[in-house]
């Protein structure tokens, strides 16, 4: 009975958050994230232009609720981080929710949710957005990761690119990849290069980033309009 309190509270804030994306677009670009709502946090991390939730075919567990939790990212013990929880429903399809996790915007919504949620202390948060971003990351997170903690760099390397919409012979690898297992907050990183001979991979020339990666018979595919991801004339990836 509580845990379904809860679970009808956060779809609340959710189906809140929805309605604040469609009333006040681009709330990323009209204040600091010092001043962005849990609502409007939730949007940036989860139905953003750094943000997509893919369903996909197949009961992996119900439905997917994400929550915030004290621990770190990459290489960083006392940062904010997401994890997820289940929920319940999903029958036939299952939600992943895929985000740029090197994006400045996607990493202030994440250290704005642990501050509002009293997860860490402002010393950890400004260390994690602190944090130099070398590569490009993408996570992946969603209700069952198993799929994912069974796959290793050298499994996912021939199948994982990020493309160009424009560029058809642009192919960028996959560097690095980190399991749930691996991580502190149990999501999949995905790590590319930010350069190739001393130039950005991906620019805006390119109209749209797409991912791609195959595990097993679960295929990914996420598009990103990368004129959106401009904040103060940069692309933030």
Known sequence: MR???????????????????????????????????????????SNSPWAKTLNVPGDYGGAFVPRFVSGGGPGASQAPSLSTTQGHGGENSTPLYIRWYSSTKTRQAIARLSVLRKLSSEEAVQRFLEQPMPDLLLAISGPVMEPFEKKSLQDLKPVTFL???????????????????????????????????????????????????????????????????????????
């Not at 929805?18 to 849990?38: G, M």
């Not at 160009?164 to 297992?181: A, C, F, G, T, V």
Request: charge should be neutral.
């Open 3 to 45: 845990s379904t309190s809860v679970l009808r509270s956060v779809f609340a804030i959710l189906a809140a958050g929805l309605w604040v994306a469609i009333l006040a677009k681009d709330f990323w670009q009209e204040k600091p994230f010092t001043q962005w709502s849990e609502s409007e946090a939730l949007i940036l991390v």
């Open 163 to 237: 493309l160009s919409r424009n560029d058809k012979n642009k192919k960028i690898e996959l560097k690095d990849y980190q399991s749930p297992k691996q991580t502190q907050d149990g999501s999949a990183l995905y790590i590319f290069p930010r350069l190739l001979n001393d130039a950005p991979c991906l620019g805006l020339a390119d109209d749209e980033a797409i991912f791609v990666s195959e595990l097993g018979k679960l295929k990914i595919r996420a598009v990103f309009k990368l004129a959106r991801m401009v904040v103060d004339g940069k692309l933030d990836m």
